[in-house]
């Protein structure tokens, strides 16, 4: 290669070094967190804002988009590294990864997407990279979807799959995972578990999970401007396409308002920066009271679901979240 352009490869080098060592100086002292946080967050920020319904027609047309996307044939978008199957019983698909025959754990995950939406690439990388260092069975279900399915239909076909891993593993072996919507939905499903005659899992690990779909909570309009994903009246609107019509208080929708006494060994994340965040603290602030033994994970400065993002944060996360796994209950 000619020495100039040796040299201005040195320099370009130089100034990439220089650039990230002062996106990582100006993280740190301005939010307390990595650069790479900060990255996802400039990333997400134009993604999320070009794909959120700005009133009710753009609403409309993404719901019968994803009306029909939703029903068509689905295969996780990344290559996962662990062994995995699929099957389909009572018309919902469900994956199976790192399944070996010998597993002495299991995760039930259920994911997120304001309920109308199927895993993306992140989920997958998620639960691909907990699989392989937990050494449990990862069971992530295509539950029903809005807006041709409701909550009804989905929490009968995720009831009988956790029925199925309690009886294969038993309940001290299991634990109920979910983030974002799906956190909101893994918090319902644990409350109604006595009703199903269900027992609770070892543990039960909710991801910024959506609490309350009427999105009421004053203190969420502080976040609104913060938060690079979510959007306080289309995250309503998913909500309410979900409910099928039904009180948005109930617990099923809003666990929130359900009884938290009969749960277990719940650990919480949460990013400051995003609009779930008041919701989160306020069910934290619920489980204590009633003498739930809770881990509270607040991620400072961190965006939603930030336990997924490829950061430094969310390594450290995943590490702890594969021991907790792991561990008795």
């Known amino acids: 290669m000619p020495k100039k352009a040796l040299r201005a490869a040195g320099i370009a080098a130089a100034a990439v070094t220089a650039a990230g060592a002062a996106l990582g100086a100006y993280s740190h002292l301005r939010y307390?967190?990595?650069?790479?946080?900060?990255?996802?967050e400039l990333a997400m920020r134009p993604i999320s804002r070009s794909s959120t319904p700005r009133n009710s027609q753009e609403l409309t047309d993404q719901l019968n988009k994803l009306s029909i996307s939703n029903?068509?044939?689905?295969?996780?978008?990344?290559?996962?590294?662990?062994?995995?199957?699929?099957?389909?019983?009572?018309?919902?698909?469900?994956?199976?990864?790192?399944?070996?025959?010998?597993?002495?754990?299991?995760?039930?995950?259920?994911?997120?997407?304001?309920?109308?939406?199927?895993?993306?690439?992140?989920?997958?990388?998620?639960?691909?990279?907990?699989?392989?260092?937990?050494?449990?069975?990862?069971?992530?279900?295509?539950?029903?979807?809005?807006?041709?399915?409701?909550?009804?239909?989905?929490?009968?076909?995720?009831?009988?799959?956790?029925?199925?891993?309690?009886?294969r593993y038993g309940a001290e072996n299991l634990t109920l995972m979910g983030d974002s919507a799906g956190g909101g939905f893994a918090a319902g499903l644990a409350e109604a578990l006595p009703e199903f005659q269900l027992p609770q899992p070892a543990h039960l690990v909710l991801?910024?999970?959506e609490l309350d779909l009427s999105m009421f909570n004053p203190e969420i309009i502080r976040l609104a401007a913060k938060d690079p994903y979510?959007?306080?009246?289309?995250?309503a609107q998913y909500g309410r396409a979900w409910a099928d019509g039904d009180d948005l208080t109930?617990?099923?929708?809003?666990?929130?308002?359900?009884?938290?006494?009969?749960?277990?060994?719940?650990?919480?994340?949460a990013g400051t920066r995003e609009l779930y965040y008041p919701d989160i603290v306020e069910f934290a602030d619920q489980l204590q009271a009633a003498d739930v033994a809770t881990d509270m994970v607040i991620g400072k400065n961190l965006n939603h679901a930030w336990p997924l993002h490829p950061t430094p944060?969310?390594?450290?996360a995943m590490k702890d979240l594969a021991e907790l796994v792991k561990s008795e209950a």
Not at 93 to 115: D, M, Q, S
Not at 132 to 147: N, T
Not at 313 to 316: C, H, Q, S, W, Y
């Open 207 to 209: 991801i910024s999970p």
């Open 250 to 269: 109930s617990p099923r929708l809003s666990p929130k308002f359900g009884d938290v006494s009969c749960l277990q060994n719940v650990t919480l994340y």
């Open 71 to 167: 029903e068509r044939p689905y295969k996780p978008p990344i290559p996962l590294r662990s062994i995995s199957f699929d099957e389909t019983r009572d018309d919902m698909k469900t994956y199976h990864i790192g399944t070996t025959g010998k597993n002495e754990r299991a995760v039930l995950y259920l994911h997120g997407g304001g309920y109308a939406k199927q895993p993306n690439a992140l989920h997958w990388s998620f639960v691909d990279r907990l699989c392989r260092l937990s050494g449990a069975e990862i069971c992530v279900p295509l539950y029903p979807l809005a807006p041709e399915h409701s909550y009804d239909e989905a929490y009968e076909c995720v009831r009988a799959l956790y029925a199925g891993m309690v009886d």
């Open 313 to 316: 944060e969310a390594r450290r």
């Open 32 to 40: 307390g967190r990595s650069a790479s946080a900060t990255l996802c």
């Open 230 to 235: 979510l959007d306080p009246w289309a995250v």
